[in-house]
């Protein structure tokens, strides 16, 4: 499963994207049964390199989507301005306003849909 997460407002999106990474990294959880990287956008006239667009995940089997989830949210209360995080698998996303568990559930959901499924579009 591929996953890509990003954030909205709060602070410097960079800067919470590279903390989020980091807060991944460190969960063992997610380390073990997920790749983490970066995804980049396009580099800006000038610039070395491309602006940091999202966190993406690459999961292996015994993925445990409700540590990553509460993982997510737990890093998202470490913030000063909570940012709003947006989880995208394939063309279904789901955005964390709040971090409420009607949110953390609809997350949920959509991680436990089958790929290729109705609701999936794959």
Do not use: C, I, K, Y
């Amino acid at each position: 499963m591929e996953l890509e997460v990003q954030v909205h407002g709060g602070g410097d999106r960079g800067s919470d994207l590279r903390s989020l990474h980091a807060w991944l990294g460190a969960d063992p959880a997610v380390r073990r049964s997920a790749a983490v990287s970066f995804v980049e956008g396009s580099a800006e006239p000038g610039s070395m390199g491309g602006l940091l667009e999202a966190v993406q995940l690459v999961t292996e089997n015994g993925w445990s989507a409700a540590s990553f989830v509460m993982t997510v949210v737990t890093w998202r209360q470490t913030r000063s301005r909570p940012p709003r995080v947006t989880v995208r698998r394939g063309d279904v996303e789901v955005t964390l306003l709040e971090g409420t568990d009607t949110e953390v559930r609809q997350v949920l959901e959509m991680l436990a849909q089958q790929p290729g499924s109705v609701e999936d579009g794959e």
